[in-house]
């Protein structure tokens, strides 16, 4: 895509960090990924060799301290692409929770075929609530309609774009107390750390369902699995989790993983995990990278005095 736009890129395997900012030097702006937290000392290294923006292949920007890269003069920007992959994963893991999937599947590999001992539900007799209604929760409800559900929705103060249509919009306790579904869609940031923490969980209708595609830090994790033991909730389906990182995306069949939450909910019938994988399809990686280019793109041209 680079040659299309003009723009001769340097690519690096390298994670960005205070030891490789060096590779940046010569370029005022750097397009890096969400898999990596950028740190203050890699931000006071990338501000030493010239960068001056960082655009981010993602829409969350939480990996990035933005507050110090403002202090050491660099700008941060993020990108859009496809809410439809993400929210179509979500109506999926949505589907494979209320039907218990999981455990369906795993005793069908192990030739074991009988019923389920717990049925599933149907979407046109839940009611799903959506937290966000931004443009992937927007997304999420316009698949949901066809379902014939009842929607509510939660509309957090990051939410530009949302635009509920015939969704009911609610408080969020209202939300909690009247969803047999939530659906987390809300950015992640110091307002909306654990907004599933121990108390709101417990607000919720037992047996209730938890999807979450957005971000892990939205929910307290050892909260979540004690409401699975103890039987309050009827499944979740994660494809984000608390400390994720340096675990998603590697390959650790053969090394020891250090989150005692993670390995718990994977033993657990009714826990759905995906590794971060909703955004991954081949539209939505082409957005990312091209609006990266164009964002720098457009940085350069509003500081060619510079």
């Keep these: 895509m680079a040659p299309r736009r ?41 501000s030493r060799v010239g960068v001056s923006y960082i655009s981010t292949r ?12 403002d202090r050491v003069g660099i700008s ?17 893991m949505l589907l494979m929770a209320v039907r218990h999937a999981k455990s369906t599947v795993r005793r069908a590999d192990s030739h074991d075929y009988r019923l ?12 799903v609530g959506v937290v966000g209604t931004g443009r992937i929760g927007t997304a999420v409800m316009e698949r949901l309609h066809a379902f014939g559900c ?41 307002g909306t750390h654990h907004l599933l923490d121990r108390e ?3 607000r919720m209708r037992p047996g209730a369902f938890v999807v979450n595609t957005g971000r892990g830090g939205l929910i307290d994790t050892t909260a979540l699995v004690a409401a699975l033991e103890d039987g309050h909730l009827g499944g979740v389906a994660l494809d984000v989790v608390e400390g994720e990182e340096g ?24 826990a759905l995990i995906s590794p971060h994988t909703a955004y991954y399809t081949d539209r939505a990686l082409s957005d990312t990278v091209e609006n990266s280019i164009i964002n720098c793109l457009e940085f350069e041209s509003r500081n060619q005095h510079v």
């Design 247 to 270: 675990v998603f995306y590697a390959d650790r069949r053969n090394a020891p993983i250090d989150s005692k939450a993670l390995l718990r909910l994977q033993e657990m019938p009714n």
């Design 6 to 46: 003009g723009v001769t890129p340097t690519i690096t395997e390298s994670a960005v960090s205070e030891d490789t900012a060096r590779l940046a030097s010569g370029n005022r702006c750097i397009s890096v990924g969400h898999k990596t937290r950028i740190t203050p000392a890699t931000l006071r290294a990338l």
């Design 116 to 127: 389920h001992d717990v049925r599933g539900k149907e979407l046109r007799d839940l009611t």
């Design 150 to 190: 009842r929607i509510l929705a939660y509309r957090s103060r990051a939410d530009a774009f949302g635009r509920p249509g015939d969704e009911d919009e609610v408080s969020l306790d209202e939300l909690l107390r009247s969803s047999d579904v939530v659906t987390l869609h809300a950015p992640l940031n110091a």
């Design 58 to 69: 993602s829409i969350g920007y939480d990996h990035i301290d933005v507050d110090y890269a």
């Design 200 to 202: 709101r969980i417990r």
């Design 76 to 92: 941060v920007g993020n990108v859009r692409y496809s809410p439809d992959s993400v929210a179509d994963y979500t109506v999926m």
